[in-house]
T-cell receptor, first 111, second 111 residues
Framework: KQEVTQIPAALSVPEGENLVLNCSFT??????LQWFRQDPGKGLTSLLL?????REQTSGRLNASLDKSSGRSTLYIAASQPGDSATYLC??????????FGSGTQLTVLP | DGGITQSPKYLFRKEGQNVTLSCEQN?????MYWYRQDPGQGLRLIYY???????QKGDIAEGYSVSREKKESFPLTVTSAQKNPTAFYLC??????????FGPGTRLTVL
């Protein structure tokens, strides 16, 4: 059964710092990997989707990488801002397209 | 204005009661999903539907039921058989691009 782990569980950084969030998964037979953002009490917003054949995706200040063979992905956030404060969730999709989620990293960016 | 709506935002259930959570989408997506989120945890899949009149159990389907009579709608019923239903429930939909789009969620509390 697929398991997804996110480290660290919580992270606090000063504004302007570059940071990396980590995600690992146990079964490398994935269809794609997605990073989501969740604000308190809200639904999820999709940030980036990486297909299994891709190595990375970029959107603005966000860059996500995927190393399927080692079961790892990273989300890089450049020049962090207080508005980036949220919980970031990683999820992997199997052949039936269901998502298996990690527990998330709660990010706080201090002004 | 396209998107996914969930209602109600807050729901209270008495012991032994069945309650139904609504999920509607106007994105013309074939696939729809229901997830449960407990505090400090990632999302767990309850049920999913790839097409109208068909649905499959996810990882934690016991005590829940669904129907998919229309493409736009995927209601979730939390039955009295679900012993610990207090949680945040999220509905999502996806198209062939696989990115899942989430609704704002329903917070269910058992009194």
């Amino acid at each position: 059964k697929q398991e997804v782990t996110q480290i660290p569980a919580a992270l606090s950084v000063p504004e302007g710092e570059n940071l990396v969030l980590n995600c690992s998964f146990t079964d490398s037979a994935i269809y794609n990997l997605q990073w989501f953002r969740q604000d308190p009490g809200k639904g999820l917003t999709s940030l980036l989707l990486i297909q299994s054949s891709q190595r990375e995706q970029t959107s603005g200040r966000l860059n996500a990488s995927l190393d399927k063979s080692s079961g790892r992905s990273t989300l890089y956030i450049a020049a962090s801002q207080p508005g980036d404060s949220a919980t970031y969730l990683c999820a992997v999709s199997g052949s039936a397209r269901q998502l298996t989620f990690g527990s998330g990293t709660q990010l706080t960016v201090l002004p | 204005d396209g998107g996914i709506t969930q209602s109600p935002k807050y729901l209270f259930r008495k012991e032994g009661q069945n309650v139904t959570l609504s999920c509607e989408q106007n994105l013309n997506h074939d696939a729809m999903y229901w997830y449960r989120q407990d505090p400090g945890q990632g999302l767990r899949l309850i049920y999913y539907s790839q097409i109208v009149n068909d649905f499959q159990k996810g990882d934690i389907a016991e005590g829940y039921s669904v129907s998919r009579e229309k493409k736009e709608s995927f209601p979730l019923t939390v039955t009295s058989a679900q012993k610990n239903p207090t949680a945040f429930y999220l509905c999502a939909s996806s198209s062939a691009t696989d990115t899942q789009y989430f609704g704002p969620g329903t917070r269910l509390t058992v009194l």
